[in-house]
């Protein structure tokens, strides 16, 4: 006896749901969302973000067509906020400049991971697809470029590290850490 129902699967065509544009206006207010949360992220007010919503809303953006803006746009925001945080080790007293970049960088790598788990979506599709580095690769790099590869901050680094070689070679004992 028939049920009267269809005996095709029910299939969502996914082509179609790419296809449905995303107007330049909602993106932009989808990357609001993110940037904000990667401003909550480096001031260290992650707790109070939805991962799962902020995942969502890259993987909206990466399956309309807006990965390039979104890449672009961390990019570009890591940049803006890795600057403050070397005019803060730049300011810092050399008994202290080790000390204070070891834990820059530590917060760093921190904020890396956070980041790089709301744009899983971008990094396994949108990513290899034009051979960008990795979010996280890129972030690295960006905190190289603006923070170590910084002409002061290298030349103070350089310096203390070896101010600490020869302290510790003169028999003194020194922080590794």
């Known amino acids: 006896m028939s049920s009267g129902l269809p005996t095709q699967k029910f299939m969502v065509n996914r082509d179609k749901m790419r296809d449905a544009n995303m107007p330049r206006d909602q993106a ?3 990357w609001e969302t993110i940037r904000d949360a990667i401003f909550k992220i480096y001031n260290h007010k992650a707790s109070s973000l939805s991962y799962e919503e902020l995942y969502r809303t890259a993987y909206s953006l990466v399956l309309h067509k807006h990965g390039e803006m979104l890449y672009n746009n961390v990019k570009a925001t890591t ?3 890795l600057q403050p945080i070397a005019q803060k080790i730049l300011n810092t007293h050399d008994d202290e ?3 204070v970049l070891n834990k820059v960088w530590a917060d760093e790598k921190l904020c ?4 790089k ?3 899983l979506y971008m990094n396994k599709n949108y990513v290899p697809k034009l051979k960008l580095q990795t979010v996280e690769h890129m972030q690295t ?3 190289k470029k603006e923070v170590v590869l910084n002409s002061m901050i290298k030349t103070r680094l350089i310096h203390r590290l070896i101010e600490q070689i020869r302290s510790e070679r003169d028999g003194n004992v020194i922080d590794k850490t």
Do not use: R, T
């Open 112 to 115: 890396i991971i956070m980041i």
């Open 141 to 143: 790099s960006c905190f």
């Open 28 to 30: 932009s207010q989808h």
């Open 79 to 81: 940049v803006e906020l």
């Open 97 to 99: 400049f080790l000390k």
């Open 117 to 119: 788990d709301i744009l």
